[in-house]
């Protein structure tokens, strides 16, 4: 229709995410019955968006007495604690949007004074202070300045830019004039620049970027011609190419490129011929793996496999067809990005024989290799969208069969990969969160079912992976509550 844009759509592939999801939360409650984990001394605080800023970490918890706050650790249990109130009382003030930008923890957070607004702090109580009313969502620095998806009092969900002070926040652009929302998302640094999709009345959702000027900030190309919109996302630098993925009505969801221009953004290769986004998912997962992109994508022939790109429409081409035929390996989620470690990209994959496993490449198809099946058979290991690499070891979560899911890491090969420590004991699951390296040491949520939900660090040892403090001491009779969902490659 014109005039008419769409901001958000519910894709298969989120259809399926939401189901399995709803399923591992009714096996963990399962579970947790069986195994008697009602019985508790404490309940679980659920740290999350856990962001290092210098030393420390921040993230958001819940003590059960103050609701939601941001809470600060320097991985100690004198040195964790709640930095400020900012809902008073029990309820919540949920921090989130966390971001590090010039050692200085940048959020949104509401409160009854404030209602949602821009946040800052410096870790005491007396300088964590509203920077700015406005509803904020996605966050990104480049050049010394911060972005901001944000909402003021007159212009709509638009782009603002900050230098961290009050006076220097402000609106950079009303993108889509008035109260309409031009909702800047995906917010990506490319270099001094970033990268975001942003819509308006005549273009629909397109491809944008700035350099933190109104004047440099601008649509990069109207790929979808009209209102209908090409919904850029997962903008990746590799050399001197921004690659990205946008739909437009002659060849669907495709792999672009971009330098910038309009005229040096253009299709790399229509990977499944035709105008159509098989199983309303198309190329994702992009990751810059040693200087050569990393994908997922759907040919028709091979399902959702791993591929490549030089950053040629010949040299971009699947590395290996790990599930025979039209079956998936890979999922289409976009969190569950390639890591790399010595240069070697890593990666969960499904194949028939082995389920959902840790997986390797180095570039070619006979490097393509799993690096050992940890829960052996069929049955599926990989329960995380969380890789992380902490030294000369990647980390992540994964389910053995006989310890439920914990923590494991991997030199990249097979007697170098194994369990971390087995942090709820038995089958149950810890079921942790995403892992976060600062300082070295891995940050995490984890429940060991006697303190619930907690934040916990790793050194890589046995010995040294433990509970950080127990942020909610009271008593608790729930089930452990789950972060972290399976991944299917």
């Known amino acids: 229709m014109a005039g008419t844009v769409r901001i958000s759509r519910l894709t298969s592939a989120g259809a399926v995410a939401i189901c399995t999801l709803l399923a591992v939360l009714g096996m963990v409650l399962l579970q947790g019955e069986s195994q008697g984990l009602g019985a508790r001394t404490s309940g679980p605080s659920n740290p999350y968006d856990i962001t290092g800023v210098d030393q420390r970490v921040f993230f958001s918890a819940n003590d059960g007495t103050h609701g939601t706050e941001l809470w600060v650790s320097n991985g100690t249990r004198l040195g964790t604690h709640l930095v400020r109130d900012i809902e008073p009382g029990a309820a919540w003030s949920d921090p989130g949007s966390l971001i590090n930008f010039g050692g200085t923890p940048f959020f949104a957070a509401h409160n009854d004074a404030h209602g949602w607004a821009l946040w800052r702090s410096n870790g005491p109580r007396q300088r964590t202070f509203v920077l700015k009313d406005i509803f904020v969502d ?3 620095h480049a050049g010394g300045k911060l972005f901001l998806g944000a909402a003021g009092p007159f212009h709509g969900f638009e782009l603002w830019i900050s230098d961290g002070s009050r006076a220097g926040t402000r609106l950079l652009k009303d993108i889509w004039p008035g109260p309409q929302w031009s909702f800047p998302s995906d917010l ?3 270099g001094g620049r970033i990268y975001f999709s942003a819509g308006d009345a005549a273009h629909g959702v397109e491809p944008w970027v700035s350099d933190g000027t109104a004047a440099g900030t601008h649509q990069v190309k109207d790929i979808a011609r009209g209102t209908d919109g090409s919904y850029p996302s997962e903008f990746t630098k590799v050399g001197a190419v921004t690659y990205f993925t946008a739909e437009d009505p ?3 969801c495709e792999l672009w490129r971009s330098d910038g221009t309009g005229p040096g953004t253009f299709l790399l290769k229509d990977i499944f011929p035709g105008a159509r986004c098989p199983g309303g998912v198309g190329p994702g997962r992009l990751s810059n793996i040693g ?6 994508a759907n040919d028709g022939t091979h399902g959702m496999e791993p591929w490549t790109s030089d950053g040629t429409k010949p040299g971009t081409m699947i590395v290996k067809d790990i599930l025979p035929g039209t079956g998936w390996s890979q999922s289409g ?3 569950v990005k390639f890591t790399s470690l010595g240069g070697v990209a890593y990666f969960t994959a499904t194949d028939p024989a082995h389920g959902c496993e840790l997986w390797k490449n180095d570039g070619t198809e006979p490097g393509t290799t799993m690096v050992k099946d940890i829960y052996p058979g069929k049955g599926w290991s990989c329960w995380s969208n969380s890789l992380a690499v902490m030294g000369d070891h990647l980390y992540f979560s994964a389910d053995d069969g006989v310890h439920g ?4 890491k991997s030199d990249g090969t097979g007697a170098g990969t194994h369990m971390v420590r087995d942090i709820h004991p038995g089958r149950t699951s810890s079921l942790f969160g995403d892992l976060t390296v600062v300082d070295g040491n891995l940050y995490f949520s984890a429940d060991d079912g006697v ?3 907690e934040l916990w660090k790793s050194d890589g040892s046995w010995a040294g992976t433990r509970l ?7 008593t608790g009779t729930g089930s452990p509550t789950p972060t972290s969902t399976p991944s299917a490659g």
């Open 291 to 296: 200087g050569t992109l990393y994908f997922v």
């Open 468 to 474: 950080v403090k127990d942020i909610n001491e009271a």
């Open 250 to 252: 002659v060849h669907g």
């Open 451 to 453: 303190h619930g939900v």
């Open 188 to 190: 990506t640094r490319i």
């Open 138 to 140: 996605g966050m990104a």
């Open 405 to 408: 899911v914990e923590l494991w």
């Open 333 to 335: 989620d976009s969190s």
